[in-house]
């Protein structure tokens, strides 16, 4: 009978030795797929950035010899806050057409001008942000994501946007918060009046 307990003892411990060394299996299994999703979403995201183009208008640019070149420690700072335009004829906007800064990071139009804003993980970039404001922002059009934020401004193509997926949109965002932190605040839109 003694034999018997041993045995049954022996036995129950195995199995809850086996079940506990299951669940960690499990468990260090569940974390190393989401490192693996984590990586991937974030390489997901630096191809889709490329692709649809992010740094045409958020990355300050110098002129090199073949016209724009990224300034690689600027990448999406957006437009500089000590950035000067030239001088903007509002006649030729009255005419209907939508100007651009040399370096892409402005534009002026018939609602005045609006600057590219940063999008590098520095607090004033998305830094601080939450992915549900980085998904508003691009499918509702809202500034900052905020629910009752001011509308985006062109040229920013966030009707384009909008249709991709969230699994997109979010690796996106993830491969944004991995970027190079640059301190740069971007001014406030214009209107078209307040244009000299």
Known sequence: MRSSILLITSISGLLTIAAIACNSADANT????????????????????NAVGCDDCHSPKRMGAH?????????FSGFPHNGQLPPVDTSAVKKGWVLMSPDLTSAVGPWGISYAANITSDGSGIGNWKEENFIRALREGKNKGLVNGRPLLPPMPWTVYKNMSDEDLKSIFAYLKTTKPVNNTAPAPKPLAAIR
């Not at 569940?30 to 974030?42: F, H, P």
């Not at 016209?67 to 990448?75: A, D, M």
């Open 67 to 75: 016209g724009p070149e990224l300034i690689p420690e600027l990448r």
């Open 30 to 49: 569940q974390n190393n797929t989401a490192k693996v999703d984590s990586v991937a979403r974030v390489k997901r995201g630096a191809y889709l950035v």
